[in-house]
């Protein structure tokens, strides 16, 4: 059975959920994932994403200095 990537799941499995070991996107599937459960993900991965260079950019000029 093929499972569509999902970016807020594979993020999540990838981290490990409650500390510990994380869900695949197929396991998540498994366990009828709701969408309150979906969001948590979502919002655990928007709270540790990765920076982008533009904002890095943005700040640095913000800055005084």
Do not use: C, Q
Not at 3 to 9: K, N, S, V
Not at 21 to 41: C, H, Q, S
Request: negative net charge; hydrophobic residues 40%; without cysteine.
């Amino acid at each position: 059975m093929e499972i569509p990537r999902e970016p807020a799941m594979e993020t999540a499995a990838h981290r490990g959920w409650d500390d510990g070991v994380g869900w695949t996107a197929e396991e998540l599937v498994w366990t009828d994932a709701d969408t309150e459960m979906m969001n948590a993900f979502r919002a655990m991965n928007e709270k540790t994403r990765p920076v982008t260079y533009a904002e890095i950019k943005a700040l640095h000029e913000s800055l005084p200095f």
